[in-house]
């Protein structure tokens, strides 16, 4: 261990901060109703006044916590490189998971109320190892900030520029034991006397009105140191594979420890550096040996792996003959195969010391302090104001008022009894008297009888003052009347109601950006971790706001066809790089009237369907509803179906008779036009007949008078 005085560096840092400590408390104790000095108090019971406390802080910051953390923040994931892209929302799911392991909404409400009563809260994000079955879980949480000690010359709103946060708590033996059974106590360890911290000037049991309990018991500090180091990863470029790796240091060697394999033939020699095709290579060169060359199976054709070298009287493929030669990552190095580069990085290392010995020294493989702040009103400081301590004054003038208001009520409704001195004993008057709050005054009755004073009333403008101060209180912490449901303070409308909410809500938009700010560095802090602590199997189940839940496997064994080798990982999220942020405004409230009017809009446009509208409501069995919808769905699908079949066979029916009745018209026009045709056959035929009748008539009576002319012609001749 370096040269390092721990305990030093923590008194100058708690001397730093010492009175930034006692205004904590000063702060803590006027929340809590602790609000008038005791010299104020016996000067008001004195004056027969009283100590009254109308305590408007509390419920301010009550509700600027409940309206900063009304809902579950949402996270989401970028990705460093584009092929981080499809597993990147991985690592959001995983933060979700590590928030609900963590009851991350009580730890972040807890900072939240330090943040406005203190000025400062503080988160935490830790590797837990007895968490997850033995495994280890990332787990998240609140620190007290009186147990927390920051470089007194940090001036960023982050302290990411402080060289050491310190965490400090005391708890007794039997505790240490029970959280460290590994440690052994001895007679350097330093025990803890008196009040916590006395010895170094402040009274923690002032500040965190812790007594102990446990009077006579061992008690032992714990300080934790975070400190910022320069360190170096290593880049790996595998020159084979073209492809770039980064390792820590630790890592490194363990890659450095990884076997390879050159494969060397007659005329070239190629290095296996693919972790996938050194697990093959290996289990070759476990059945082969160092050579093996290749053979054509006489069935299939095909080239076949065969152990030694290659022999020209069983077939072998000439010059096929490999020989396997086993490396080592580290050679390949030295060979210039694969190229280192040391790569300078800022890394936190943890040192803890139990009683100032000691215990374990550790780097933390982070960029960032595990530790992140919510500071409220920063001056370039590590000790902020708080918004409580700006309001002292007009809490102060508040009580100031009701105090005598009452004092004046009381004097105007209580009656006052004059008695001559020496008429009767005054003190048993007063007892008697007294019950019914009688005041007793005595006078001289030589001098004359005493004329009554009747007390003026009190003016209006005293009433309107602390009307004034209540109100600048909630503007100051941006809660307004009507936030805490004043409905007196709200317009007349319903859509004037939201929108004043709204824009009421845009005054913590600063406290937001606080909060918002620590929940990225905290996200920058877990996605590093994550690479760290999940390599292992693992099922992540979130149940969404709507309880659908969702389940997202990391790191499952990937194998080979044998189902004997793991070639790889499905969701590896060792390789994945990406930053986890948080999404703005998801812890805020919003009217859900509101925002169902407007799911229920974009619903009736079809831009959005019913499982979104059904996740802004509070119906409890969604699922049901859902499932009973889908199957109304499926039988109104049904119906439909079958009115449109209906109305398909009734339109083919429709055709059919249409037709029927074509083809009827037509079949009788076709006996028409087969009847007249018939007929015209008919007539036609007697045409053609009477025409050859005719023609027949001509030529009979043409052969008759060829007949008769040339029986003319024969009967002349005969005559000459």
Same mark, same amino acid.
């Given at each position: 261990?370096?040269?390092?005085?721990?305990?030093?560096?923590?008194?100058?840092?708690?001397?730093?901060?010492?009175?930034?400590?006692?205004?904590? @408390?000063?702060?803590?104790?006027?929340?809590?109703?602790?609000?008038?000095?005791?010299?104020?108090?016996?000067?008001?019971?004195?004056?027969?006044?009283?100590?009254?406390?109308?305590?408007?802080?509390?419920?301010?910051?009550?509700?600027?916590?409940?309206?900063?953390?009304?809902?579950?923040?949402?996270?989401?994931?970028?990705?460093?490189?584009?092929?981080?892209?499809?597993?990147?929302?991985?690592?959001?799911?995983?933060?979700?998971?590590?928030?609900?392991?963590?009851?991350?909404?009580?730890?972040?409400?807890?900072?939240?109320?330090?943040?406005?009563?203190?000025?400062?809260?503080?988160?935490?994000?830790?590797?837990?190892?007895?968490?997850?079955?033995?495994?280890?879980?990332?787990?998240?949480?609140?620190?007290?900030?009186?147990? %927390?000690?920051?470089?007194?010359?940090?001036?960023?709103?982050?302290?990411?520029?402080?060289?050491?946060?310190?965490?400090?708590?005391?708890?007794?033996?039997?505790?240490?034991?029970?959280?460290?059974?590994?440690?052994?106590?001895?007679?350097?360890?330093?025990?803890?006397?008196?009040?916590?911290?006395?010895?170094?000037?402040?009274?923690?049991?002032?500040?965190?009105?812790?007594?102990?309990?446990?009077?006579?018991?061992?008690?032992?500090?714990?300080?934790?140191?975070?400190?910022?180091?320069?360190?170096?990863?290593?880049?790996?470029?595998?020159?084979?594979?073209?492809?770039?790796?980064?390792?820590?240091?630790?890592?490194?060697?363990?890659?450095?420890?990884?076997? @390879?394999?050159?494969?060397?033939?007659?005329?070239?020699?190629?290095?296996?550096?693919?972790?996938?095709?050194?697990?093959?290579?290996?289990?070759?060169?476990?059945?082969?040996?160092?050579?093996?060359?290749?053979?054509?199976?006489?069935?299939?054709?095909?080239?076949?792996?065969?152990?030694?070298?290659?022999?020209?009287?069983?077939?072998?493929?000439?010059?096929?003959?490999?020989?396997?030669?086993?490396?080592?990552?580290?050679?390949?190095?030295?060979?210039?195969?694969?190229?280192?580069?040391?790569?300078?990085? %800022?890394?936190?290392?943890?040192?803890?010391?139990?009683?100032?010995?000691?215990?374990?020294?550790?780097?933390?493989?982070?960029?960032?302090?595990?530790?992140?702040?919510?500071?409220?009103?920063?001056?370039?400081?590590?000790?902020?104001?708080?918004?409580?301590?700006?309001?002292?004054?007009?809490?102060?003038?508040?009580?100031?008022?009701?105090?005598?208001?009452?004092?004046?009520?009381?004097?105007?409704?209580?009656?006052?009894?004059?008695?001559?001195?020496?008429?009767?004993?005054?003190?048993?008057?007063?007892?008697?008297?007294?019950?019914?709050?009688?005041?007793?005054?005595?006078?001289?009755?030589?001098?004359?009888?005493?004329?009554?004073?009747?007390?003026?009333?009190?003016?209006?403008?005293?009433?309107?003052?602390?009307?004034?101060?209540?109100?600048?209180?909630?503007?100051?912490?941006?809660?307004?009347?009507?936030?805490?449901?004043?409905?007196?303070?709200?317009?007349?409308?319903?859509?004037?109601?939201?929108?004043?909410?709204?824009?009421?809500?845009?005054?913590?938009?600063?406290?937001?950006?606080?909060?918002?700010?620590?929940?990225?560095?905290?996200?920058?802090?877990?996605?590093?971790?994550?690479?760290?602590?999940?390599?292992?199997?693992?099922?992540?189940?979130?149940?969404?706001?709507?309880?659908?839940?969702?389940?997202?496997?990391?790191?499952?064994?990937?194998?080979?066809?044998?189902?004997?080798?793991?070639?790889?990982?499905?969701?590896?999220?060792?390789?994945?790089?990406?930053?986890?942020?948080?999404?703005?405004?998801?812890?805020?409230?919003?009217?859900?009237?509101?925002?169902?009017?407007?799911?229920?809009?974009?619903?009736?446009?079809?831009?959005?369907?019913?499982?979104?509208?059904?996740?802004?409501?509070?119906?409890?069995?969604?699922?049901?509803?859902?499932?009973?919808?889908?199957?109304?769905?499926?039988?109104?699908?049904?119906?439909?179906?079958?009115?449109?079949?209906?109305?398909?066979?009734?339109?083919?029916?429709?055709?059919?008779?249409?037709?029927?009745?074509?083809?009827?018209?037509?079949?009788?026009?076709?006996?028409?036009?087969?009847?007249?045709?018939?007929?015209?056959?008919?007539?036609?035929?007697?045409?053609?007949?009477?025409?050859?009748?005719?023609?027949?008539?001509?030529?009979?009576?043409?052969?008759?008078?060829?007949?008769?002319?040339?029986?003319?012609?024969?009967?002349?001749?005969?005559?000459?």
């Amino acid at each position: 261990m370096e040269d390092f005085n721990a305990k030093q560096v923590f008194e100058s840092y708690h001397s730093a901060a010492s009175n930034f400590f006692y205004q904590m @408390a000063e702060d803590t104790d006027f929340y809590n109703g602790n609000q008038w000095s005791p010299g104020e108090v016996r000067s008001l019971k004195a004056a027969r006044q009283f100590p009254v406390v109308v305590n408007v802080i509390a419920p301010a910051v009550e509700q600027g916590v409940a309206l900063l953390t009304d809902r579950k923040p949402r996270f989401s994931a970028t990705a460093k490189e584009t092929s981080d892209i499809k597993l990147a929302q991985i690592y959001a799911d995983l933060m979700s998971y590590i928030w609900n392991i963590s009851n991350g909404n009580q730890e972040l409400k807890t900072a939240v109320k330090d943040y406005y009563i203190k000025g400062l809260g503080y988160l935490l994000a830790y590797i837990d190892p007895l968490e997850g079955r033995g495994q280890g879980e990332i787990k998240i949480k609140s620190i007290d900030p009186t147990e %927390v000690l920051v470089d007194p010359h940090s001036k960023r709103k982050d302290f990411s520029d402080s060289r050491h946060i310190i965490i400090t708590q005391v708890f007794t033996k039997e505790e240490i034991e029970f959280m460290y059974p590994q440690f052994k106590f001895s007679t350097d360890v330093e025990r803890e006397m008196g009040s916590e911290l006395s010895e170094y000037g402040i009274n923690y049991d002032s500040i965190k009105k812790n007594n102990y309990s446990l009077d006579g018991a061992e008690r032992y500090r714990i300080v934790e140191f975070y400190s910022k180091i320069r360190s170096a990863n290593y880049q790996v470029r595998d020159t084979v594979l073209d492809v770039n790796y980064e390792y820590t240091e630790r890592d490194l060697m363990e890659f450095l420890s990884k076997p @390879a394999f050159l494969l060397a033939t007659h005329d070239s020699n190629n290095y296996v550096t693919d972790f996938q095709k050194i697990e093959e290579v290996g289990a070759l060169y476990s059945q082969v040996g160092e050579y093996y060359h290749y053979i054509i199976n006489q069935e299939t054709g095909e080239p076949t792996i065969a152990a030694g070298e290659e022999n020209v009287e069983d077939g072998s493929m000439p010059g096929s003959t490999t020989k396997i030669i086993p490396t080592t990552m580290e050679e390949l190095v030295k060979n210039e195969i694969i190229l280192l580069r040391p790569v300078p990085v %800022v890394k936190i290392r943890r040192r803890v010391y139990i009683g100032w010995k000691p215990f374990f020294d550790t780097i933390l493989d982070i960029e960032h302090f595990p530790i992140i702040p919510l500071v409220g009103n920063h001056h370039r400081s590590p000790y902020p104001t708080s918004d409580v301590r700006k309001a002292k004054d007009l809490q102060r003038m508040i009580n100031k008022i009701r105090s005598l208001i009452i004092a004046h009520a009381s004097s105007t409704t209580n009656v006052k009894l004059l008695l001559p001195k020496g008429a009767v004993d005054k003190k048993e008057v007063e007892k008697e008297w007294a019950k019914a709050g009688t005041g007793v005054i005595t006078y001289d009755a030589t001098i004359g009888v005493p004329s009554p004073v009747l007390l003026n009333s009190l003016p209006n403008e005293l009433y309107k003052n602390e009307a004034d101060a209540k109100r600048d209180i909630e503007f100051l912490f941006g809660i307004f009347a009507m936030m805490h449901g004043d409905a007196a303070q709200a317009p007349p409308t319903y859509k004037g109601t939201i929108a004043l909410e709204e824009m009421g809500v845009r005054r913590l938009k600063t406290k937001k950006d606080d909060i918002e700010d620590a929940l990225n560095v905290l996200g920058k802090v877990v996605s590093q971790f994550i690479q760290q602590v999940y390599t292992y199997e693992k099922i992540i189940r979130i149940t969404n706001p709507n309880n659908v839940s969702q389940e997202t496997i990391v790191n499952s064994p990937l194998y080979d066809e044998t189902k004997r080798y793991i070639i790889g990982k499905n969701n590896d999220i060792s390789t994945i790089h990406a930053d986890i942020t948080v999404v703005s405004g998801s812890t805020l409230p919003s009217d859900r009237w509101a925002r169902l009017d407007a799911y229920l809009a974009l619903y009736s446009n079809g831009i959005i369907d019913q499982i979104e509208v059904l996740k802004q409501t509070e119906v409890a069995d969604m699922d049901g509803v859902l499932e009973r919808s889908s199957y109304i769905r499926q039988l109104e699908s049904q119906i439909q179906q079958m009115n449109e079949a209906n109305g398909a066979l009734q339109g083919q029916i429709q055709t059919m008779q249409r037709e029927n009745i074509h083809l009827n018209k037509r079949v009788e026009v076709a006996k028409f036009a087969a009847d007249l045709k018939s007929q015209s056959n008919a007539a036609e035929h007697a045409s053609i007949l009477f025409r050859e009748r005719q023609q027949d008539e001509a030529g009979m009576q043409k052969r008759q008078m060829d007949q008769l002319n040339q029986l003319r012609g024969n009967d002349g001749s005969r005559d000459q």
